[in-house]
């Protein structure tokens, strides 16, 4: 768990941080959202001390971190930039061992440990393993920083618009692989992000700062129904906010079991914005649901959600 108690930071008489409070539990996803100059990456840079506080608290599973070694508690972090910050004269298995290596490992437990995230973040290690971070594209390079945020295995990550310097399409592929690495490991993060979407679609929670203040801190789904004030409502998107609710929401939820509809089944994970598509596209108002092994479980309703 992190917590974060009336935390606060000031450079000379600026605040930058005003005493923010919140709670990140162990395994969720905690993106951190807000205009540009409201306190997020200062208070990524809080958490593993490359600035130090101004008042306030922050304890990393019940341990204040100031009464932590610096240099110990950033070993037990993995950290993402924009940039990568990837070491440009050393190979990608190199890069990817820097931390086990400061921390001694054995060098068998560490090229098996290169071996496994690259498997993790889908990149061919025999190919790619002994080249230099020039020889590889954007995508690649993000993803060997994961990897290498990873490789001493911390608890807690760290992620800094990891993604904002990407095109489209690359973007969108690293998302879903984050969301999958998350899924698979069950680390903690905290991601800064610019882009809502990717917010939304990554995050059990979600820090919402404006002007070095925490403006509301929620589920996705309790932001998008009800925002805190009119800054939050036009910061989502403000007359879109009930189709973005609708993506937040899984047909699972919605679903009459036994109950009998005809035509292609849809899947339960499948957001609820897909399901009312599938039900305009094909002219009905029920369509059948299938569970992760295809097995019909079901059928949604278009009359159920309309009275809900």
Request: aromatic share 4%; proline share 5%; with cysteine.
């Amino acid at each position: 768990m992190i917590e974060l108690d009336s935390v606060s930071k000031r450079f000379g008489n600026t605040p930058v941080v005003d005493r923010v409070s919140f709670a990140v539990e162990r395994g969720e996803f905690c993106a951190l959202v807000g205009p540009s100059g409201a306190g997020k990456s200062t208070l990524l840079r809080l958490v593993n001390r490359l600035i130090e506080a101004s008042a306030g608290t922050i304890r990393i599973d019940g341990t204040t971190i100031a009464r932590q070694s610096a240099v110990e508690l950033r070993r037990r972090i993995g950290y993402v930039i924009q940039s990568v910050g990837l070491f440009p004269h050393w190979t990608v298995a190199d890069n990817i061992a820097t931390v086990p290596r400061l921390l001694r490992w054995p060098e068998a437990r560490i090229e098996a440990r290169i071996d496994e995230l690259l498997d993790l973040v889908r990149l061919d290690g025999a190919a790619i393993r002994d080249q230099y971070p020039r020889q590889l594209s954007g995508g690649q390079q993000q993803r060997v920083g994961v990897a290498r945020a990873l490789a001493a295995d911390p608890d807690l990550l760290l992620m800094d618009e990891p993604f904002g310097a990407l095109d489209p399409i690359t973007r969108q592929a690293l998302r879903v692989e984050l969301a999958r690495i998350h899924r698979a490991t069950g680390k903690t993060i905290l991601f800064v992000t610019h882009d809502i979407d990717e917010a939304l679609m990554l995050a059990d929670k979600i820090a919402v700062m404006q002007g070095g203040t925490l403006a509301q801190f929620g589920t996705p789904q309790a932001i998008l129904a009800q925002p805190a004030n009119s800054f939050i409502r036009d910061f989502f998107g403000g007359t879109g906010l009930g189709l973005k609710l609708l993506a937040q929401r899984r047909v699972a939820d919605h679903v009459q079991r036994g109950a009998v509809a005809e035509g292609e089944p849809i899947a339960a994970e499948a957001p609820l914005t897909e399901a009312l598509s599938a039900m305009i596209l094909r002219q009905s108002d029920r369509l059948p649901v299938r569970d992760r092994d295809g097995k019909i479980i079901g059928a949604i309703v278009l009359g159920d959600l309309v009275g809900r």
